[in-house]
Every structure is written in structure tokens, then in C-alpha cells.
């Protein structure tokens, strides 16, 4: 007995001498103001800075190669305070949002079979590209709805993805997760909207869904020198911010969307 | 039944019904001209051919329309005479839009083919590719890239693939009954463009019948090798194990181990091609299932829309049905019988929706569809991997060399579907890549 | 527009699906009860009522209605009434047959999720809280109607043994020297619990069921094969701790195990290699627990044992990719 308890001190003393040893000769010294700048960050790690977690982007703003605004998630004043904190510029700050290119929920566009199986966008997709009659538009499986870290996406009753532009912080889960790339991240102060993926024109664009873009062209018309282009049947915003609603006004289906805030909205659906 | 245990075959694997006697016993028949054909640009792996005709121009019954657009691509030819009206996106069986030649057809036409007389057989790739022939068991590769043995390789068998291991088709079995000297010789001329040393022939024994005929057709100079009747037989890598007992590793080509195969209906479209100068402009398709009252065999053009197919064997009114392009086992599922009847098509089937018993229980881990596996992985283990998203484990246990064929949902108990979510695990693992 | 259904490949399917297997196992525990209650009397039915019983209501009150459907839950309750003395209080093992649900399956996330086999997890517990009524065997065919004294005691009370009214064959063997008859092991009439008693039913239920391909027939075989094996060795060289391999195969609950237990897909490997191992090794712990350890009887711990190794050992049997290195 009393060796054993003999034994298990001499190896605490061994073990802490190692330690001890190895804390002084192998210490890192870290800045300090990562552990701080951390700290004040949100702490929810969904990469929207493109980083691979807060404390990765703590330290590359305590080395000044990034600006606090980079992060999306953090509200305006932590961000002057983080930039306060390091004696730095705060940065431009663009608030963005996740849009869907696709307006053609339940009732709206036309289903060309019933799909059964994974209930999951990912599986459907898989399947003959999904049950609808066009195979570039929303499968309204939600994906996209479990995919957000922040609760920021809820089905319609059109089976739509409503984001809530409060909630979004552009992390880009849901452009990641829908598989058929119909997100994009958009600055909120950009209301002009193509609602619409769908290479088809004229007809054959119609006849599958109500808000469907068949390609008239009415909307770059309309819109201004050099504001869109037509390029493959769609068309292209290639120069952003616009103030007038103009290329709305002319489009037979919706499709040139004039969004503020909430692209959908929760609506009680007539069938 | 001692015969069929012993004849070769490779581990693992599943044993549907194979419901092909139907289909089998009818002589090919040929499926009659409609009013419009749409040629996709892509029916094949590899680039998009481009179209070399415009709208409104008039083409003959086996013109060249579309040209190969770079070594891995294919020729594609007019499958009758009539009007170019459109090259626009138009729908195709894989569920993915693509541009299209659509061509009215001359309803007052001979349909008489163009005339091209005999091509080489000695530049055989050449002649191949310019007939636009693709490998004809479903995958539809370009024929011709798998004709020319790559720099400081060497080959020394053929393998030839007549085992329609697939429930319901009988297209390949019929062709080896109906046509068996131009299948011969087909494989003799790829046989020499190889410069293999040996052809064989596998065949699954409940096509007896073709085997006879090809052996007693061959007079010796090519082995035809009886194989067990088994799911998925006719995938490459069980065939080369099968009948060679050569076991080709994982992520390489049959190539890395000698061996290149070719399936018969490629041999007979390559025998057409040099023999006649008739380019791949229509292929046997067989089209059955439970809900088609006279399974058979037909000659169908390629770009034939699917519903015309259907309605000319007296299926017109499709609700709560499941039409499948290619096999029970691995074909797909289609939503708009719109899309044309293609090159790397081999059936048309017709299930009943009710056919389709859904209810999934839990994976109560049995191991069954670990025994099912032709390619040795833990299907249950994989599922579960790509529902938690787990690139790396799934890398770990080698997702990528699952080729689809679909035996762990056959065996599955629970009704998982296992080999769906392995798709997905596989589509996982090639995002992360990029 | 016509309907058309879009799902996933394949569109044929083998016949047998999970609810089936279930049934199947089930249907074969019907003889078997029959049997039970030939050797044992009305008992044998009371005491499976009961925990089947208990089972399912247990599972309608922590699960979903809708895995009712699967027959997971009464199985598990059958089994476990299978594996219990006659003698036992009807009211322990309605409470073994609830501990069996509740806790050995349905809180680890119902079926398909649990470690150890349920039934036998409900028979540890009751043995860890009740060994003495766990250990007290009732002679065999003491008249159809009669009841043993305790089986309708009111929970709780009457915890009083009377002594051992018989003796197992294995008990015999370890506790006082004695070798059972061969014979009456096959047909069943010795003392032991309710369903594990009539070897040659129990092998013709196995023939059955592996005909029916409801379970995987490496399982059993590996396992009795061990047993076997072990026990002939053993019993060349040390006679008097272990039993010959005849007498180990047809005794106790092995059997009724390797045909009801260790065929359990869910607490048993799913690699081919991992069946065979787990077979051997439950074999293997058979016969060491009940030639050297405390107790005549060691089949409920090497199987639950072997449960607990089970997913170590799937890991390291994963098979080796077609094409792969050796």
C-alpha cells in the first residue's frame, strides 16, 4: 500500500516536471485579442465569411486580412465594436439575402409526375430530375428549409422556401443544398429579381408554368441601357441597382420579380 | 440444376424473376414510321455533337446531322427523311433537357436509306465512329474510343456481352438468335481492330438457345462461354470475373487487366456499319412489363417518342403507371413520355403503379444487402453514411465504386432504399471534390 | 394529362419484407408453445400471454402506434416468456417483459437501434432482481391445469422459496455430478425453462426458419459447431467440469438460443466474417461460463456479451471492396 501510493507520486512528479518543461520551452505565443475578438463574434460558425469558423476569422481580422463586416451575422453595432476594439476600418457592409430563381410553387407550375420515395429535393432531383414538368424549378421538398442554421427558411403553403431577410445571413447553406442550384445570395438593396431558371421560350415555357419566363424580352426593353441582357432564354441582370421598377411592368407572368424584404409570403392558397 | 451451379460466375448478387419468356419467343418486329423524331444532341457519354444542318432543311433517312464534337462524342444521323423544324431543348429519358434535332418525317418517303455503300473495316474506329455507334447495353459510351488500344497497352481478349442479366429485356438475346453471323463477325472485326488475341462470348444460360446458335455459327473461332444466371451478370466487371476469373481493381478499366468488352448489339451495329454502311439510326428496343399485354421485341428508330412506342403496342391511356427506360434493376423512372427512344436504349417497361409496395421499416441490420453486393461494400453502412453526410467515411468505404445496380434495395427486408441514397452519397462525394 | 408515378430503381423487389420475418418467427414459437405446455402444463400459455402482452402495450405507451405494425414488440415479449422458469411470478415477468421494451429496445430508438438482444436483456434484469425465483425450477409435467404455487403471487409479496423442486439438466451436472438422460433432453421432459426444453423441436423450428431464409443460417451453425467442438475437448480433459458435447448441445437454453437468440439480425453482425465470429465466440463463452464459472447455465451472458462486442466487430470485419487490395 504505501508503495504503491509512493509509486503514484514519483510519476506525478515525473509527469509534471515533462509538463512544466514542455510549457515553458513549447509555449506559442498567441495574440491575445484573437481569444477576445472571438469572443465577440457569434460563435455560430456558418462560414458566411468564407472562414472555416469564428475563431478562424478572429484571428485573420486581428491580422488585418479581413475587415469586420465580413461577417454577416454579427448586427451593426458589434461590428463597430470589433472595429472599434482593433482600431480599424469596419469595413463596406452589403447586407445579402438568399433569393430563389424560381417562382413556380404548388399550383403554379405543372407537375408532370407524382414523385414517391426519399422525401428530400437531393432524392427527387435523382429521379428523372424531379417530379415537375420543369426540371429546373423548385422541387418544394425543403432541403434548403433544413439545410438554414437559422431558421431563416420556411415552406409556403405553395411549398415555396420563404427567407425571412432578418434571420438570413448569407452562410450559402441553401445554395450548397439545393440540387438544383436555384439560390443565389443577393444584396437586399437589389430588388430586380429573375424568378425564373428555365432556358425554355415562348410556348414551351408557358405550358409548363404560369411564371414561367418564356424569353419575350420585354423586360431588357424596358429596363434600360446595359441594365439586362437575354442570354440563353433568360434574362441576365449584369448591372445591379436599379430604383426604377420598370422592367417589371411589361412581364405577362411575374417572372421579373420587384422584391422588398420577404421574396414570398405565406398566403392562404385558393386551389 | 447441377448444370447451373456450376457454371461460372462471380460472388455475391441477387436472383430476380426473369420474366423474359414472354419477349423472348417473338421474332423482332419493327416499328412503323411516326409524324415526328427528335434527335438529341447527347445521347451518349461525353460532349454534345454538333448540328450540321439548319432548320427547314430536308434530310434523308440516314444522312449525317450532327457531328462528333471532340474524341469522346458521336455522329448522329437523320432516322428518317423528312424536314429539319427545329434544334431546340427538348425533353430526354435521362430527365435532363437537351438540344435536339427534331424532324418532321415525309410521310410520302420510300424511306429509303441514302445511299453509302460498304465501309472500311480496316480504319474499324473510323468507321465506327462515323456511324455514330455507342455501346448498346445501356451505358452508351462512344464504340469507337473502346476500338483503339491506348499507346503501350495491350489486349489480349474480347469479351463480348450477351448476358442480358436484366428481368424483362430479351432485345440482346433475340438479336443473338436472329442475327448471329453478323454478330460473329462483328466481334471478328473488333476482335482485329483490338488485336486481341481471344473473343468470347458470355452468355447467360437461360439463352441456351442463342448460345447454341452462335456456337454452331462460329465453327470454333470464337469461344462462347455459358455463364450463371444471375444479377448483375452483365455488369463488365462480373462478366471479366466470371468468364476470365481476372478481377479488375477498383477505380481501373477492364483495359487494366487485358480485357475490353463490347456488347453483342454493338457487334451487330458495327457489322451493319462496315458491312452495309447503315449508321445507328435504330435499335432493337424490347418493350414489356406487367401492364403490357404482348411483350415484345421492335426495330425502333432512334428519336421515336416514347409515347408513340407505347401506343403503337396498345398503351395509349397511362394512368398510375410507371414507364422505366432500360431494366427493372437500374432503368429509370420517366415523367414525359415526350422523350425519344435513344441509342443507349434498351427497353421500354410498363409497371402498374400499384406494383410498387413503398412501406420502408427500420434497417433491422440482417446483412443481406452486405451479401448482395457484387462489389463487396456495406450498402446499410453507406446509407447511413450519406444520410449523416459524411464525405470522408464514405470515401472511406469506397461509395464511388458502387455502380448502381441496384441489388441491396432488391434484397432489402426493410424496403430501404438503399441504392438511391448511395446515388446521393455519390453526388455528396463529387461536390466535395470540386 | 395521364398520371404517371416517378420512383427511384430498382422496380422489383425480393418477396420478403421485415413484418414477414417477424411473422415467421413468431409462427414457429406456436409448436413450440404446444410443447411448452405439453411438459409444463397451462402454465407455459399464461406466462407467454402475459409477457407478449406486456410487450405490446409497452410498446403502444413509449413508441409510435404505427411500429406496432412490424411485430417486433410481441416477439420480443414471446421470447422472453420462452426463456423464463414456469415457476416464475406471472407479475415478474410482465415487468421483465416491460424492462425488455421500454428499456432494452425502445430507448435506444426502437427497432433496428438497440445493442443487446431485448429479450435476453429483459432476462438479466430479472435475474439480477430476482435470483432466487429466477433459479427455482418446477418439475416437468406435473398435470396440465395445475399451476405452480407462485405464479399468480401478488407483486412484491410472497418472496419466500420453497427450495429447489427439481433440477435442471445442467444444474444436476454441476451441482450434484448427475448426467441426464440423453433422451429425455431430445424429447423435452426435464426441468428448465418454458420453451427451451424440447431440442428436437427447437432443431426442426431452425430447419424451418432457415428454409424460410428468415434468418442468417451462419449464426446458428457457428455457434452450435463452437459449442460442439469446445465441449469435446473439454470434456476429454476435464470430465468432471465439462459436460460431454451431446449433453451441452441439447441442454439448457443453448438450443432455443441458437435457433431464437443469437439469430437476432439487429444485436448480431451484419458482415459475413463478423457472423462467423460472433457464432464462435458465443460458442466459445457457452461452454467456458458453464464449465468454470459460478453458474450451471451461461448462455443469456455469452450471447449478451457477444451483443456488446458486436459492433467492434463489424468494424473490423468490413468487407474488402471487389477489386480492392487482400
Known sequence: MGMSIFLMLGLALVFGTILSVAHRFLHVDEDPRIDTVADMLPGSNCGACGEPGCRAFAEKLVSAAAQPAGCSVSATEQVDEIAAFLGVDAGERVKLVARLHCGGGRGLALNAAEYSGMSTCGAAALVNGGNKACEWGCLGLADCQVACTFDAIQMNERLLPVVHPDLCTACGDCVVACPKDLFTLEPISQPLLVQCKAPTTGEAARAVCTVACDGCGRCVADAGEGVMVMEQGLPVIVQPLLTSRSATFRCPSGAIAWVEGSQFAFEAMEV | ?434 | MSKLLLVSSPFVRDERNTPQLMRDVIGSLVPILIMSMWVFGVIALLMVAVTGATAVVTERLVTSKRSLHDGSALLTGLLLGFVLPPGLPLWMGALGSAFAVGLGKAAFGGLGANIFNPALLGRAFLQAAFPEAMTTWVAPQMGFWQLPERSLAWPLMGSHVDGISAATPLGGFKFQGLTTDLSEMVVGTTAGSLGETATWLLVLCGLWLALRKAFDWRLPVSTLFSVALLSWVLHATVPERCADPMTMLGSGGLMFAAVFMVTDPVTTPVTAKGMWLFGFGTGVLVVLIRSFGGLPEGVMYAVLLMNAVTPWINRFTQPRVFGGLA
Open chain 2, 1 to 434: 440444376m447441377v448444370l447451373i451451379a456450376s457454371a461460372p460466375t462471380f460472388s455475391h448478387g441477387v436472383h430476380p424473376a426473369d420474366q423474359k419468356a414472354r419477349s423472348a419467343t417473338e421474332p423482332i418486329g419493327r416499328m412503323p414510321f411516326v409524324r415526328e423524331y427528335s434527335v438529341p444532341l447527347r445521347q451518349h457519354i461525353g460532349a454534345a455533337s454538333e448540328p450540321i444542318v439548319a432548320v427547314g432543311d430536308i434530310v434523308q433517312r440516314g444522312q449525317l446531322i450532327a457531328k462528333r464534337a471532340s474524341f469522346v462524342s458521336t455522329n448522329q444521323h437523320a432516322p428518317v427523311t423528312g424536314r429539319v423544324k427545329a434544334i431546340e431543348t427538348r425533353p430526354h429519358p435521362s430527365g435532363v433537357s437537351v438540344r435536339a434535332i427534331v424532324i418532321e418525317s415525309d410521310p410520302f418517303s420510300s424511306q429509303q436509306m441514302g445511299a453509302s455503300g460498304p465501309r472500311s473495316d480496316q480504319a474499324l474506329a473510323d468507321s465506327v465512329s462515323d456511324a455514330g455507334i455507342v455501346g448498346m447495353g445501356g451505358a452508351a459510351f462512344p464504340a469507337h474510343v473502346k476500338l483503339s488500344v491506348p499507346e503501350g497497352r495491350t489486349v489480349d481478349t474480347l469479351l463480348m456481352n450477351g448476358c442480358e442479366c436484366e428481368p424483362y429485356l430479351t432485345c440482346d438475346h433475340r438479336i443473338m438468335l436472329e442475327h448471329p453471323t453478323a454478330v460473329l463477325e462483328g466481334t471478328a472485326m473488333i476482335q482485329t481492330a483490338l488485336g486481341a488475341k481471344a473473343s468470347v462470348i458470355g452468355v447467360e444460360q437461360n439463352k441456351s438457345d442463342a448460345a447454341d446458335v452462335l456456337r454452331a455459327a462460329s465453327k470454333g473461332s470464337v469461344s462462347v462461354a455459358q455463364v450463371a444466371v444471375k444479377y448483375p451478370q452483365g455488369a463488365e466487371k462480373m462478366l471479366i470475373k466470371a468468364v476470365l476469373g481476372r478481377e479488375v481493381p477498383v477505380g481501373k478499366l477492364p483495359l487494366d487487366v487485358g480485357v475490353v468488352v463490347h456488347n453483342v448489339g454493338t457487334a451487330f451495329a458495327v457489322h451493319e456499319a462496315v458491312r452495309l454502311g447503315k449508321p445507328l439510326i435504330e435499335r432493337v428496343v424490347t418493350v414489356s412489363g406487367p401492364a403490357v399485354s404482348q411483350p415484345r421485341n421492335l426495330w425502333v428508330p432512334i428519336g421515336t417518342p416514347i409515347c408513340d412506342l407505347l401506343a403503337f403496342v396498345g398503351l395509349d391511356q397511362l394512368d398510375q403507371y410507371i414507364v422505366i427506360s432500360g431494366g427493372p434493376m437500374m432503368g429509370q423512372a420517366q415523367k414525359n413520355l415526350q422523350a425519344p427512344v435513344v441509342k443507349g436504349m434498351s427497353g421500354i417497361l410498363v409497371f402498374p403503379a400499384a406494383h410498387q409496395a413503398t412501406k420502408e421499416y427500420p434497417c433491422i441490420r440482417c446483412g443481406r444487402c452486405l451479401d448482395a453486393c457484387p462489389m463487396f461494400l456495406n450498402p446499410t453502412r453507406l446509407w447511413l453514411l450519406t444520410r449523416n453526410r459524411d464525405i470522408e467515411a464514405l470515401n472511406q468505404h469506397h461509395v464511388q465504386a458502387c455502380f448502381e445496380c441496384g441489388s441491396c434495395s432488391y434484397v432489402c427486408p426493410s424496403h430501404i432504399p438503399l441504392v438511391h441514397a448511395i446515388r446521393m452519397g455519390k453526388k455528396l462525394v463529387r461536390e466535395a471534390q470540386v
